[in-house]
């Protein structure tokens, strides 16, 4: 079955301390993966995707196909970091991406 | 450039009333979709369109409508409102090979 887990709701965190959000898939084929935010009553805003393999506001993920996960990183988390981040995966690499899976989704706080 | 434009912001209803959960796009995107966002759950696919006048159903389609009469709208039909339904609606649209753009939401609550 293809899922999308995170398995934290909460990461709490002070300023300046380094971030981790997990996310584990399962999918047969050869996915793509997403980082999605989604800062306070905001829209959902593209972070990163895997094969860009670029690093968005300090944050970086790489996908581990041999531990199916993809991980979100970031050495040193600011205040403004605080959203609700989604990982999302779509098995349709060459078509619209609109069928995505996402996990449940974790809440980071940074506090100061 | 509006982006994905959602319609209306909030709304309750009733419960066995009917309403469209309006959504347009001005990219001339081919692929749109609609979620529902609930607590503890993320982001669960109703219906999808890859193109004007094709549609398919996600993973939670019952109780919900869609057409795709134009590129541009992709509109939400709640037939029947339940409880159940009460959540928030975002609609995402993206071109071939592209991540989905995602609206700003509708909040939905059914009494």
């Known amino acids: 079955a293809q899922r999308v887990t995170q398995p934290e709701k909460l990461l709490s965190v002070f300023k300046g301390a380094p971030v981790e959000l997990k996310c584990n898939y399962s999918?047969?084929?050869?996915?793509?993966l997403f980082w999605y935010v989604q800062y306070s009553r905001q829209r959902l805003q593209l972070l990163l995707r895997?094969?860009s393999r670029e690093s968005i506001k300090g944050f970086t993920a790489d996908l581990n196909k041999g531990e199916t996960s993809f991980h979100l990183k970031k050495p040193f988390a600011q205040e403004e970091d605080s959203a609700m981040y989604y990982c999302?995966?779509?098995?349709?690499?060459?078509?619209?991406?609109?069928?995505?899976?996402f996990g449940a989704g974790t809440r980071l706080a940074v506090h100061p | 450039n509006a982006g994905v434009t959602q319609t209306p912001k909030f709304q309750v209803l009733k419960t066995g009333q009917s309403m469209t959960l309006q959504c347009a796009q001005d990219?001339?995107?081919?692929?749109m979709s609609w979620y529902r966002q609930d607590p503890g759950m993320g982001l669960r696919l109703i219906h999808y369109?890859?193109?004007?006048?094709?549609?398919d159903q996600g993973e939670v389609p019952n109780g919900y409508n869609v057409s795709r009469s134009t590129t541009e709208d992709f509109p939400l039909r709640l037939l029947s409102a339940a409880p159940s339904q009460t959540s928030v609606y975002f609609c995402?649209?993206?071109?071939?090979?592209?991540?989905?753009?995602f609206g700003d939401g509708t909040r939905l609550s059914i009494l």
């Open positions: 995402a649209s993206g071109g071939r090979g592209q991540p989905q753009h």
């Open positions: 999918y047969s084929g050869s996915p793509e």
């Open positions: 895997h094969i």
């Open positions: 999302a995966l779509s098995g349709e690499p060459f078509g619209g991406y609109n069928k995505l899976i």
């Open positions: 990219m001339n995107h081919e692929y």
């Open positions: 369109s890859v193109g004007a006048g094709i549609t």
